[in-house]
């Protein structure tokens, strides 16, 4: 307990050390590592070992589902495919108070949960969103926050690549019955951002769109059947077993790429550019999954998981304040650390703590992930927030204030998540996934 308490200490105040001087996140996580692994074993040892496991972290044929659904994502993101699933979600949308921002949301569950991408979805649906706001009268921050509390709904509802890398930091959990699972809670955040947007819109008498007519509805949703086809191939393939997630994530390259050269949207230069982003992409992806995995061996190695499960189940035993004690933890979390690294650094730690207390890994997973959906959309270090907050051309204290109403929704929503298992668990029971 000595051992793991001094490892503990050495790794988390090196660690933030380095991030409060600046050093990029996943420079930090290997010299931790390393400082930490010196305090226990040699010096040959540990170099010898961490740069094994740095290797064979990503030696995993499941991670190559990443590099490829992120690629699919930045193909959708440039083959104009969001247009048409905007104007679809206005179709859906129109008739609601603040139908605008209604639609907003709406196109970001659509092409979030296609490309898998927060700020990929943040910039495509809200750069075509929110000028169309001003136009309207629409308050400017009110409509940055709309597309920054909406934008990561995608996180949750698959294909999702931070679903997939929890996967593998989890040990295997079923990517399958991952996926499934993030339909309800996914739904449920976009609702409770279209709510919030409900009320806000009915204090302020924003407009209702004109009516579209059935014909004119018809030929929009036509349009806009084969960008949604993308959901049906992909994850029904993968959950009828047709295919793995890794090669449903080729499939998804393959029609999303045949789907923007018919629509003409994207050529030859085009796909250098989308090439070298997702390059750029993969290679930051991967050298955190790289890094992180070492520091998964060191804080195995000297028992850090166990010393927090011993400290936060001395705190209670009460499942109910355990989860509470893992939220608010990841909710500060979130506030300053991106959604991939801390995905593989706290699972190895608090996965053990949840499967304790009897919570299923697919659960877990959910909940995990809809804290730091949470988490990119909040301040200091939020991508999504600044992301947001470009696109609408205002600075960042300006939307705070807007986003609260959201925020304390989605806090509400991931409390119903974490103390429900059924809205995690239904879906993959049903499908008998587990």
């Known amino acids: 307990m000595e051992v793991a308490l001094q490892a503990a200490l050495v790794l988390f105040i090196t660690f933030i050390i380095q991030l409060g001087i600046g050093i990029p996140i996943s420079i930090s996580i290997v010299i931790s590592t390393l400082i930490t692994a ?6 040959d040892i ?6 094994q496991k740095m290797v064979t972290g990503i030696d995993s044929f499941s991670l190559l589902a990443v590099p490829l659904f992120i690629l699919s994502g930045n193909i959708m ?3 104009g495919i969001a247009r048409r699933l905007v104007n679809f979600a206005q179709v859906i949308g129109g008739r609601l108070p603040g139908s605008l921002a209604q639609a907003n949301v709406l196109g970001n569950m659509l092409f979030g949960s296609l490309s898998g991408s927060a700020v990929a979805s943040a910039a495509a649906i809200g750069g075509t969103m929110i000028p169309i706001q001003k136009s309207e009268g629409y308050d400017v921050p009110f409509s940055a926050a709309v597309n920054i509390a909406s934008s990561p709904t995608g996180m949750l509802i698959p294909p999702s690549g931070s679903l997939i890398l929890y996967s593998l930091v989890a040990g295997g959990v079923s990517i399958s019955a991952l996926f499934i699972a993030g339909y309800i809670p996914g739904f449920l955040m976009g609702l409770a951002t279209m709510v919030v947007a409900y009320i806000y819109a009915k204090k302020n008498k924003y407009p209702v769109s004109a009516k579209v007519t059935f014909a004119e509805g018809f030929k929009i949703f036509l349009k806009a059947i084969p960008s949604l086809m993308l ?3 992909v994850i029904g393939g993968i959950v009828f077993g047709v295919f793995t ?3 449903g994530a080729g499939v998804a390259v393959v029609y999303t790429l045949g789907l923007s050269l018919i629509y003409k949207s994207i050529n030859w230069q085009d796909m250098r ?7 750029v992409t993969t290679g930051v992806i991967m050298f955190l999954v790289s890094a992180s995995s070492a520091m998964s061996w060191v804080m195995a190695y000297t028992g850090i998981p166990q010393a927090i499960s011993q400290a936060i189940m001395s705190i209670s035993e009460n499942p109910i304040i355990i989860l509470l004690i893992m939220n608010i933890t990841l909710l500060i979390v979130g506030t300053f650390m991106d959604l991939t690294p801390a995905i593989l650094i706290f699972t190895p730690i608090f996965l053990p703590i949840a499967t304790q207390i009897g919570l299923h890994p697919v659960h877990f997973g959910i909940i995990l992930v809809f804290n730091l959906c949470i ?10 927030l600044f992301v947001g907050c470009s696109v609408a051309e205002i600075p960042i204290e300006k939307v705070i204030k807007p986003l609260l109403p959201f925020f304390a929704a ?6 119903l998540v974490t103390y429900i298992p059924a809205i995690s668990l239904f879906l993959p029971r049903l499908f008998g996934l587990i």
């Open 231 to 233: 959901i049906v191939i």
């Open 245 to 247: 997630a890794t090669e």
């Open 273 to 279: 550019d989308i090439l070298l982003k997702t390059g």
């Open 410 to 415: 989605l806090v509400a929503v991931l409390l």
């Open 375 to 384: 988490g990119i959309m909040t301040p200091p270090v939020g991508s999504v």
């Open 77 to 79: 993101n440039n083959g």
């Open 46 to 51: 540990v170099l010898f070992t961490a740069a």
């Open 38 to 43: 010196l305090t226990a074993i040699p010096l």
